[in-house]
């Protein structure tokens, strides 16, 4: 019988909060296996402590990092530097981190200076390009660097792993812990004002923040949906904005007075998945998004270049339209117009997993 484990997760941002915690709380579902403790960097706090409440994770440890304008090398530094005496402290057998975020990288970096065992969910995503999305993209290939457990979502996230000489012993499929916490967060009995607001129309959900997209990019995707939008009168839009002022500041200029287009504070993990379920379809350049709206029936068109999840353009449900204003506008379009494609895309079968990716992970660290 294999002994007790110490795991600790450390994660630091609401989309990693979102698919850390359904393993947070399988892992904790088995005492008798494993001594697990979260330690959260707070690279994001608000939009943290959110998503924390709405599962009920209490963090054992909170780093803080956060602060006005924090650059990428703020970010990096204070985690190397807040984290090493917490993994000294308690001392884990492994620490998880998920994804793709610098707290990822500078946390998985801590463990390889303290030789710690790494475990990456959702390891494999690639792009092959450094600066799309940037700097995501160095950031999951610098965590994979010193794993020893590789928590693939999908085959073709292992095939990448294998491809770069990982090791097949240690790469595993799971699916995808975010479609985890869907199976929670969606509810038949949910309401919200805004939805209320929405009623009668086809909801279109807009997400936009990625680095790369700021400035002209992000002001060609705005015009693009305001105009689609001028001419289906049918439609309704909310878009939850992001903090980021230049983001804020973009969309004001070209949404403002469009009176069917509501921006609005960023919503809850909760809210959120729920307005997503509630939605016709979904415009935006997140990441995690591309895995969640195809399991709940929903296409997407996703304003980036170049997507690390190529799983959901092959499958059908989503289609990679860059950041071009009339491409945009020609897409939108056409999946307001043409009703097969429109099926086409909605009934397209999720690649992205069951919702059983935590018990799967937990299994194959309890071995």
């Not at 296996?33 to 608000?46: L, M, N, Y």
């Not at 997140?286 to 270049?305: F, N, W, Y």
């Not at 959901?312 to 897409?331: D, H, Q």
Request: aromatic share 8%; proline share 6%.
């Amino acid at each position: 019988m294999s002994k007790m484990k110490k795991v600790m997760l450390v994660f630091g941002t609401r989309p990693e909060a979102i698919k850390m915690c359904p393993l947070v709380k399988e892992l904790k579902a088995y005492p008798d296996k494993f001594d697990v403790a979260v330690c959260v960097t707070g690279q994001h706090r608000e939009m943290l402590d959110q998503v924390l409440s709405v599962f009920g994770v209490v963090p054992e440890y909170d780093l803080s990092i956060m602060k006005p304008g924090q650059t990428l090398f703020d970010v990096t530094c204070s985690v190397l530097n807040k984290l090493k005496p917490v993994l000294e402290s308690w001392g884990p057998d492994v620490v998880l981190v998920h994804g793709d975020t610098t707290t990822s990288f500078a946390a998985a970096l801590s463990c390889f200076y303290l030789h710690i065992p790494v475990g990456h969910v959702e390891a494999g995503l690639r792009t092959y390009n450094l600066d799309s999305p940037w700097p995501e993209e160095f950031n999951r290939q610098a965590v994979d660097l010193v794993c020893k457990w590789y928590f693939a979502p999908t085959e073709v996230s292992r095939q990448n792993l294998i491809s770069e000489g990982k090791p097949k012993e240690r790469i595993w499929v799971t699916g995808n812990t975010g479609i985890d916490a869907l199976k929670t967060t969606v509810t038949s009995d949910y309401s919200n004002p805004v939805l209320d607001w929405a009623a009668g129309s086809r909801l279109i959900l807009i997400t936009a923040h990625r680095r790369e997209n700021l400035g002209m990019p992000m002001h060609h995707m705005f015009r693009a949906i305001r105009r689609v939008m001028e001419e289906h009168p049918d439609t309704k839009a909310v878009y939850p904005i992001h903090m980021n002022p230049t983001v804020r500041k973009a969309a004001h200029e070209e949404l403002d007075g469009f009176d069917r287009l509501r921006i609005i504070d960023p919503l809850g993990v909760l809210d959120f998945h729920n307005f997503m379920a509630a939605s016709y379809l979904i415009l935006t350049d997140s990441g995690g998004i591309q895995e969640e709206a195809p399991s709940l029936g929903k296409p997407v068109l996703v304003m980036r270049d170049t997507t690390e999840r190529p799983e959901g353009i092959k499958a059908g449900t989503l289609k990679l339209v860059g950041t071009n204003e009339e491409t945009i506008y020609n897409e939108f379009s056409r999946l307001l117009s043409d009703k097969s494609e429109y099926l086409a895309m909605s009934h397209a079968s999720n690649p992205y997993g069951d919702g059983k990716a935590s018990k799967r992970i937990a299994s194959i660290l309890s071995a």
